[in-house]
Structure formats: C-alpha cells, structure tokens
C-alpha cells in the first residue's frame, strides 16, 4: 500500500507564527515526511523557506538571529495610500535567505501560500512565478503593508480568507494533512486581555490592534478548516503579542512542544 502524501498547511499569526519554525524542527527529528507545504502570511514565509532547502535548524537559527535586531530595521515607510510600508526591506530580506529570487519551480518540496483579492473578497492561490512576490502578497496585513500588484488583482493578507489553508493543502494531492494553527480562540484571547490588563495599561500598537481585528473576524474560517486537517498542531503562544518578534526563542519552544505532543497521534495515523 502506497504511503499517504503528508501536507503541512501553516496559518497567518504575525509573531506567533515563529512557532512553525519549531514544529518543523520536531517533524524533521522524528523523520515525518512534509510532502508538500500551504503557507498563509507567515506561515507562507516560513514554508517558503522550508521548501527551499528542507532544513528547520538553519532557519531556526536565522530567524533567531534576526530576532536580535530590531524590526525598524525592515520597514521603509511609504506614501500612506494603500499602506504604510512599501515591503520592500522584507522581500530583500526573502531573497537572502532563498538565496536568490527564486522561482516556485526551484524549490525542493511543493509549494503555494494563499493571498486575497482586496477589491473582489476572493481567496487567491499562489504558486508560480516569483516565491518572494507570492509571499510578499500572501504577508500584506490591509493597512500595514503595501498591496501587491499581481496579473490585475491588488493583493492583501491571505488570512483573511483561509487563515489556516487546509483547504489548498487538500488541491495539492496532500491525503494527510496537519495544520498548524498559532491564533489564539476567543476564549484565550479573553484571558490574555484579562492578564494584561492586570500587568499594564499600555495601550496596543497599531500593528497588534490591526492582527487581532483580523483574527476576531476570521476565527470562525480558522475553526471550520482546521475540522478538514487530520491532526491539529496548536502551539500555546497567547501570551506573546503580534508583534513580540524578539519572543522568537519563546515561540520555536512552545511550537516543538506542541509538536512532541501531537507525534504519537501523527505515528499512529500515519502508520509510522
């Protein structure tokens, strides 16, 4: 009997998504094959990177390295018009850690990321042509970022319209599928507001208020795709904010936990 084709869908989080760096790292100890990889905002960049060159230490360690440095160092500000930076500083960042501006058929596991269509609603899939670009768009939080002009679409954030691609990682071939999903539920977010609200009384930055307003509005398409996925990876990350990218070290963490916590029940279903 052949084996099942595994897909990775990786969901949208902002710094949260750091976690998917972890889950990577225990998925490729523990020798679970990732076939092929859906990536939505970060975690479209993170799968790109993956796919790249099928290695979770290296971008770990990159990634933690970047964390280091502070994130006004990536953002060149733009004319506000359809956002307030350009994105350019992050696609040149892509392109040296690709190595190079490389093309979805250069890349050494099947991939594709999802973006939105800002002026029709659609769910738009991305998988050929320039990676950076794709990624680029697929990372476009409406109001942060610069739209994407791609084939005649102005392009913005794919999580808001599947957040957790489970969905593409399916049109892919994938027959098992595990999602990783980094947005916290209503319920921990409440929490989270209730805890913070005890710590401090700063208000949120722009960028956390922008996050949280989109995965208010997506959760219900989070919760509906993650039903599609055969194993659901959840790291626990409430507590590091949108933009907590020097948390990164704290996020690969609770992501490898999260994973060693799902591997019986990958090995199991999987037949490994």
């Given amino acids: 009997m052949p084996k099942p084709k595994v897909g990775l869908a990786m969901g949208g989080g902002a710094a949260r998504g750091v976690a998917h760096i972890g889950v990577l790292t225990v998925l490729e100890k523990e020798g679970i094959p990732v076939d092929l990889i859906a990536g939505t905002s970060v975690g479209a960049a993170v799968g790109s990177l993956y796919a790249r060159g099928k290695n979770a230490g ?15 160092q990536f953002i060149d500000p733009a004319l506000p018009r359809t956002g307030l930076i ?15 501006n490389i093309k979805f058929s250069d890349l050494l596991i099947p991939f594709a990321c999802t973006a939105t269509d800002i002026d029709t609603g659609e769910a738009v899939v991305l998988d050929r042509g320039s990676v950076v670009e794709a990624v680029r768009a697929s990372i476009s939080l409406p109001g942060i970022f610069t739209t994407v002009k ?15 691609p489970v969905s593409l990682a399916r049109e892919m071939g994938a027959d098992f599928v595990i999602a990783v999903n980094v947005i916290p539920g209503v319920l921990d977010r409440t929490h989270q507001s209730i805890e913070r609200s005890t710590k401090s009384t700063r208000e ?15 959760y219900s398409l989070v919760r509906s795709g993650l039903e599609r996925a055969d194993v659901v990876i959840e790291p626990d990350v409430v507590h590091i904010g949108a933009g907590d990218y020097h948390h990164a070290r704290e996020c690969i963490k609770q992501g490898e936990l999260a994973a ?13």
């Fill in 86 to 100: 350009k994105g350019k500083k992050f696609s040149d960042l892509l392109v040296s850690l690709l190595g190079g």
């Fill in 150 to 164: 791609r084939r005649g679409r102005n392009l913005v954030d794919g999580g808001l319209t599947n957040p957790v």
């Fill in 58 to 72: 290296l971008i770990k360690e990159k990634v933690i390295e970047l964390s280091r440095r502070r994130l006004t």
């Fill in 260 to 272: 060693r916590k799902a591997m019986p029940e990958i090995k199991s279903r999987l037949g490994a």
């Fill in 204 to 218: 949120p930055n722009i960028l956390h208020v922008l996050v949280q307003s989109i995965h208010i509005g997506t």
